[in-house]
C-alpha cells in the first residue's frame, strides 16, 4: 500500500465515523450496500454533514457570527474545489469526498448548487413561494441524489433513457426526503434557527389542509423514485428500498399527527421498525431487472 492509498483508507474511515455519529436512518439502510459503494456514499454524506454543520448551529455555538460561519463554509468549498482538481486535501473528509467524486464523476455542477444552497441558511429563512422553494432544495438535496446515484454506478454510464429517468427518480426522493425533514423540524426550524421553509405553512400554526398538501407532492416524489429502483444497480436496490421506505414510513406519521402538534414535537419512526423496514429491504429487494451496465455505452449520457 502506498503513502496515498493508506491516507485515502484512513480519510474513508474518518468518514464513516460522521455517518455513525449522525445517521440512524441513512446508516442503517447504507449498511446494506457493498463495502465499495457503502464507503462511497458515506465519503458523500460526511462532507455534506460538515456543511450542515457550519450553519445549523455548532459555528455559532462556537462564537461565530454569520459572517464568520460564511468565511468557513466559502473557505470548505474552495478546498473541495481544490481537491477536486487535485486529488488530494489535508483535510480527511475533502480528501475522502473528492477521491470518490473524482473516481465516479461528481463534479462541480454538483457541489456548487450545494454549497449555494447552504450559504442560503446563514440568514434567516422564508420562502415566499414554490419556485423559491424548489431552488434551494434542488441544491441542498436533489444534487445529493444524484451524487448518490453516481456512487452506485460507479462511474458507469446508462442509456440516454434510462439516464433521464435514473436522474428524475434521485432528485425526487432527494426531494421528499428533505421536505420531510421540513415538516419533521417545523417547530425547531423555526425557533431555533430562524427558518420557514415551506411557503403557505406557518409554522407555529400549520393548518391540516397545508401539511396534507405537502404531503401529496412529498407521496408523489417517492413513487417517482420508487419506479426507478430497477434502474440501479441490483446491489444497490435494497438500500435505496430502505431509505424511501422508512422516509414513507416517517410521512405518514406525520400525516396521521394532528396539524398543531407538529410545532410541538419532533415526529419520528422508531428504531425499531427502522429495523425491520431495513430487513424487508433486504430480503424482498430482488427485481425482475438485471443490474445496470458497468460498461459505458457509445449512446450514453452521465446521470445528471
Given at each position: 500500500m502506498t503513502g496515498l492509498e493508506a491516507y485515502s483508507a484512513t480519510a474513508r474511515r474518518a468518514s464513516a465515523e460522521v455517518i455513525a455519529a449522525y445517521s440512524t436512518s441513512f446508516g442503517l439502510a447504507s449498511r446494506l450496500l457493498p463495502p465499495q459503494m457503502r464507503g462511497d456514499i458515506g465519503t458523500v454524506y460526511a462532507l455534506v454533514r460538515v456543511a450542515d454543520e457550519i450553519v445549523d448551529g455548532p459555528g455559532a455555538e462556537s462564537g461565530l457570527d454569520a459572517a464568520g460561519c460564511r468565511e468557513v463554509l466559502d473557505a470548505l468549498e474552495r478546498e473541495v474545489e481544490r481537491a477536486l482538481a487535485t486529488g488530494f486535501s489535508a483535510d480527511l473528509i475533502v480528501h475522502a469526498f473528492a477521491e470518490t467524486a473524482r473516481r465516479v464523476g461528481i463534479t462541480r455542477d454538483q457541489t456548487a448548487p450545494f454549497f449555494a444552497a447552504m450559504r442560503r441558511d446563514l440568514e434567516?429563512?422564508?420562502?415566499?413561494?414554490?419556485?423559491?422553494?424548489?431552488?434551494?432544495?434542488?441544491?441542498?438535496?436533489?444534487?445529493?441524489?444524484?451524487?448518490?446515484?453516481?456512487?452506485?454506478?460507479?462511474?458507469?454510464?446508462?442509456?440516454?433513457?434510462?439516464?433521464?429517468?435514473?436522474?428524475?427518480?434521485?432528485?425526487?426522493?432527494?426531494?421528499?426526503?428533505?421536505?420531510?425533514?421540513?415538516?419533521r423540524d417545523l417547530g425547531a426550524d423555526a425557533t431555533g434557527l430562524g427558518r420557514a421553509y415551506l411557503p403557505g405553512i406557518d409554522p407555529a400554526r400549520p393548518s391540516e389542509e397545508a401539511v396534507h398538501r405537502v404531503l401529496d407532492r412529498l407521496e408523489g416524489e417517492l413513487r417517482i423514485a420508487r419506479g426507478a429502483v430497477e434502474l440501479l444497480p441490483r446491489e444497490a436496490r435494497p438500500a435505496v428500498i430502505a431509505a424511501h421506505d422508512i422516509f414513507a414510513a416517517l410521512g405518514r406519521r406525520i400525516r396521521d399527527t394532528p396539524a398543531a402538534e407538529l410545532p410541538?414535537?419532533?415526529?419520528?419512526?422508531?428504531?425499531?421498525?427502522?429495523?425491520?423496514?431495513v430487513a424487508r429491504a433486504a430480503l424482498g429487494a430482488g427485481l425482475s431487472r438485471a443490474a445496470a451496465p458497468r460498461a459505458r455505452l457509445a449512446t450514453a449520457e452521465p446521470v445528471r
Open positions: 434567516p429563512v422564508a420562502f415566499a413561494d414554490e419556485r423559491e422553494l424548489r431552488a434551494y432544495v434542488y441544491g441542498s438535496a436533489e444534487v445529493i441524489g444524484i451524487m448518490c446515484v453516481r456512487c452506485f454506478l460507479g462511474g458507469a454510464v446508462l442509456l440516454d433513457a434510462e439516464a433521464r429517468r435514473v436522474a428524475r427518480g434521485a432528485r425526487a426522493l432527494g426531494s421528499a426526503f428533505q421536505v420531510v425533514n421540513f415538516l410541538l414535537r419532533r415526529i419520528s419512526v422508531p428504531n425499531a421498525q427502522k429495523a425491520a423496514i
